[in-house]
T-cell receptor, first 111, second 113 residues
Framework: GENVEQHPSTLSVQEGDSAVIKCTYSDSASNYFPWYKQELGKRPQLIIDIRSNVGEKKDQRIAVTLNKTAKHFSLHITETQPEDSAVYFCAASFKGQNFVFGPGTRLSVLP | SQTIHQWPATLVQPVGSPLSLECTVEGTSNPNLYWYRQAAGRGLQLLFYSVGIGQISSEVPQNLSASRPQDRQFILSSKKLLLSDSGFYLC????????????FGQGTRLTVV
C-alpha cells in the first residue's frame, strides 16, 4: 500500500521567513496530493492541493510543487506569520480513495 | 451543503469496556468514509475506509472494527478497549465528483483509563 514520509517533523522559522515541508510517496498510482493544517485540538483543514497533471500550484502565500518522477511534493509558505503556526500534514490518494497521511510537521513561527 | 457529524466530542472509558463512535454525513450520497486515529502529538493513522455500504477496508489490525450500515453512516467499535486505544478519532468523507478533498468531522477525544 501507499506510504507517505514527511520532513522535517518540526520546523521553527522567524516571522517573515519562508517555510518548506517535503513529502515523498511510494505508490506511483497516487494522483491527488492535499495539504492539511491542524491547529491544536481541532480537525485538519485543507489548505491547498495538487493533482498529478499539474507541477505547481499557488494560492497567495502558499504554494505546492509536485515531482511525479521522483514521487515527492513540497509545501512552501512565504512571508510566514504567527497564525501559520500549526501542524501540517501532507497526504496522497488515488482518485480520492484511501487517503494516506504523512506523520506531520509542527511549524512554529517565532515573532 | 454537505456536513459531517461526529459524536461524542469527548469520551472517557475504562479499560475493557466497549466503544461505539458514530459518524454521519449529510447532503451527499455514496461518499467515501474514513476513520483516522491521532495519538497525542502524532500523525493521522488511517484505521478504516469504506467506498460503499458494507464495504470496509482495514488498514491496521487491532481490536477495533468498523461498520457502514447505511450509505452515510460510519461506526467505529470495539468490544474491549485497551489503554493504547486512547487518542483523537477523526471521521472523514470524500466524494469523487466534487474533486477529491477529504472533509473531517470535529473529532472524538477518547481517553481510556
Amino acid at each position: 500500500g501507499e506510504n507517505v514520509e514527511q520532513h522535517p517533523s518540526t520546523l521553527s522559522v522567524q516571522e517573515g521567513d519562508s517555510a518548506v515541508i517535503k513529502c515523498t510517496y511510494s505508490d506511483s498510482a497516487s494522483n491527488y496530493f492535499p495539504w492539511y493544517k491542524q491547529e491544536l485540538g481541532k480537525r485538519p483543514q485543507l489548505i491547498i492541493d495538487i493533482r498529478s497533471n499539474v507541477g505547481e500550484k499557488k494560492d497567495q502565500r502558499i504554494a505546492v510543487t509536485l515531482n511525479k518522477t521522483a514521487k515527492h511534493f513540497s509545501l512552501h509558505i512565504t512571508e510566514t506569520q504567527p497564525e501559520d503556526s500549526a501542524v501540517y500534514f501532507c497526504a496522497a490518494s488515488f482518485k480520492g480513495q484511501n487517503f494516506v497521511f504523512g506523520p506531520g510537521t509542527r511549524l512554529s513561527v517565532l515573532p | 451543503s454537505q456536513t459531517i457529524h461526529q459524536w461524542p466530542a469527548t469520551l472517557v472509558q475504562p479499560v475493557g469496556s466497549p466503544l461505539s463512535l458514530e459518524c454521519t454525513v449529510e447532503g451527499t450520497s455514496n461518499p467515501n468514509l474514513y476513520w483516522y486515529r491521532q495519538a497525542a502529538g502524532r500523525g493521522l493513522q488511517l484505521l478504516f475506509y469504506s467506498v460503499g455500504i458494507g464495504q470496509i477496508s482495514s488498514e491496521v489490525p487491532q481490536n477495533l472494527s468498523a461498520s457502514r450500515p447505511q450509505d452515510r453512516q460510519f461506526i467505529l467499535s470495539s468490544k474491549k478497549l485497551l489503554l493504547s486505544d486512547s487518542g483523537f478519532y477523526l471521521c472523514a468523507w470524500s466524494v469523487l465528483n466534487r474533486g477529491v478533498e477529504a472533509f473531517f468531522g470535529q473529532g472524538t477525544r477518547l481517553t481510556v483509563v
